[in-house]
């Protein structure tokens, strides 16, 4: 029989960057078709976000992209390490603070530490990877619209280059299109929060600018002279650099702003201004804090920009986008392979959107901050124009003692670690156990590994199969894992009568269990058990030794939300 559609999948991915390309990764990994359509006529070719961070590494990792050449395109850490605030670049500065913590220090708490990596050289390598095990990207795609029904989803695609409308029939859609996405708008799915905090252009030049920043490498640039204020980005302190520079497109065109007027603006905020640039692209980009109202419609799904957007200030934006799709590509697959039943995928929202909406709120905090240093620069009681007392500011001690205080307090917004890994899910596909996190005083800056249901389990280097691994190498992409204490022999079987794909390791025997890390660290005890989602989160956890545990997962997990959505609940006692 001929199909009435001209492609049909099981899921339309509508947007090629940094988060439906993991998609179709993780998706190509669970065996589950797609259709990858990207609007653009090839991966990101200017400079956009920039901070990877751990989190978003490891589900790379678990997505088979050789992190190998993921690191080896970022910057190098010891270009990365600071942010500076400046009078100019190359001019006085005025206080510096660490970038974030990528030390290998960090190895003790994820495989994968936070490094600097350029959407435009992280783009091709993530099309590289899915390349060599799936269908990659058609782009200059352009979805339309869809109409959907009970079974799926039909979506009109246009092909710029062949000049044709095709149509896509699918099982679901995930919208990852963007700020703009024409797919929320197209499900008239409302942005909560400011549609406009800022306006920047953004100024993309080559340079070597080695010479200029001299003793003082680094990643941004604050640059404070209020006759040529401005941020540069080093994407790469040798050769690739971004200025951004506020604007007010309420009394300017973007047209206003030509070559000329922007070289001169990069060479004004330069301490030497007769270096070498060249002008690549000028762009304009706006600063806004909001939220998808809902992040599904039907069989419709929103990740990423589409579904959030933050301000810059914590470098957040990717790594949400990553996250989402790692969340819910699971449990598409999950329900593909008819081992989960659809309510599971009613969790997406009710797990991600509340992790959107604090990162949001803390991107906010982090940009308010950021204008009580220039609010403290220009706070001077010399009097005269903006330009006086700037200058009367770097000769005054007392101000200049005031303006490095108030930079050290940004201290936060560089050092979210606690944020990056702790972002736990409180109620989902998961099961509860009724204990507190951990104490942490300062959750955004402050990591502490813990078990508890809804969190990402901790990382940890163990000996399995002969190697040295991650423990979040241990957990299945296509199934559930329970991890088994050495004397947890009864819940070997409970797991084994779970009708329900299930990868089972035991600690001590299928597992090392060096210097107690299992207890120590996992607070999983000897006759306890641990069951992980295929996205590294704990879905359950039994601490107890010699409970009845039947009882106790049946009790648990399956009472809890995992029970509404495995397809066959876990047995009962009999």
């Known amino acids: 029989m001929v199909s009435q559609y001209d492609v049909e999948t099981t899921v339309l991915i509508v947007g090629g960057g940094p988060s439906g390309l993991t998609a179709a990764l993780l998706l190509t990994r669970l065996g589950i078709p797609y259709h990858l359509v990207e609007r653009r006529p090839g991966p990101q070719r200017a400079p956009a976000a920039h901070v990877v961070n751990a989190r978003t590494f490891e589900i790379w990792r678990q997505a088979g992209v050789d992190i190998g050449a993921l690191f080896a395109a970022a910057k190098d850490p010891r270009d990365a390490g600071a942010v500076y605030w400046v009078s100019h670049l190359g001019g006085e500065v005025l206080g510096q603070l660490p970038f974030e913590r990528q030390g290998d220090d960090m190895l003790a708490i994820t495989p994968t530490p936070l490094r600097n990596l350029s959407q435009h050289r992280l783009e091709p390598l993530l099309l590289d990877a899915l390349r060599t095990t799936g269908p990659g990207p058609h782009y200059g795609h352009r979805w339309e ?77 604050w640059v404070t002279d209020p006759s040529c204020a401005g941020t540069f980005v080093a994407h790469d302190i040798d050769r690739e650099w971004v200025f951004m520079h506020a604007w007010d497109p309420d009394r300017e065109l973007l047209g206003d702003y030509t070559v000329e007027r922007c070289e001169a603006l990069v060479r004004r905020a330069i301490a030497p201004p007769d270096v070498s640039i060249a002008l690549r692209t000028i762009s304009s980009w706006v600063m806004t804090s909001q939220l998808a109202e809902r992040y599904r419609e039907g069989r ?110 940004q ?56 190697e040295r691994v991650s423990t979040l190498d241990l957990i299945a992409l296509d199934r559930l894992t329970l991890l088994v204490g050495a004397a947890g022999d009864a819940w070997i079987e409970v797991g084994r009568q779970i009708d329900c794909p299930m990868r089972i390791l035991q600690v001590g025997s299928d597992v090392e269990d060096a210097n107690e890390w299992w207890q120590e660290v996992a607070d999983m005890r000897p006759g306890g058990a641990i069951l992980v989602r295929p996205d590294q989160h704990v879905a359950f956890r039994s601490q107890a030794d010699g409970v009845d545990v039947t009882a106790a997962l049946s009790g648990g997990v399956a009472a809890a939300r995992m029970a509404e959505t495995m397809s066959r609940s876990a047995p009962r006692p009999s």
């Open 145 to 221: 619209s869809a109409e959907q029904d009970a079974d799926g989803v039909t979506s009109r695609i246009r092909d710029a280059e062949a000049g044709r409308v095709y149509t896509v029939r699918s099982r679901y859609v995930i919208g990852a299109d963007g700020a703009g996405s024409p797919v929320r708008k197209s499900l008239g799915i409302a942005m909560e929060g400011p549609d406009r905090l800022q306006s920047f252009v953004m100024i993309h030049f080559e340079a070597d600018l080695r010479d200029v920043v001299s003793a003082h490498p680094g990643v941004i640039y």
């Open 411 to 466: 201290a936060e917004h560089f050092d979210l670690l606690g944020l990056h890994l702790g972002y736990a899910y409180a109620e989902g596909a998961l099961a509860a156990d009724g204990t507190p996190p951990p104490a942490n005083d300062n959750p955004v800056r402050d990591f502490i590994p813990s078990s508890r249901p809804g969190a990402r389990l901790p990382h940890g280097w163990v000996e399995f199969d002969g």
């Open 300 to 409: 419709i799904f929103l990740a990423g920009d589409a579904a959030h957007r933050f301000p810059p200030t914590g470098g957040l934006g990717l790594n949400t986008g990553v996250q989402d799709v790692h969340n819910l590509v699971w449990k598409l697959a999950a329900v593909e392979h008819g081992w989960a039943a659809p309510p599971v995928l009613e969790t997406y929202e009710q797990e991600r959107r509340p992790v959107a909406a604090y990162n949001a709120e803390q991107s906010l905090r982090n940009a308010a901050r950021m204008l009580e240093v220039f609010q403290t620069i220009d706070g001077g009681e010399g009097g005269g124009d903006a330009a006086q007392r700037f200058a009367a500011m770097l000769t005054d001690g007392a101000h200049r003692a005031r303006v490095a205080a108030a930079i050290a307090d």
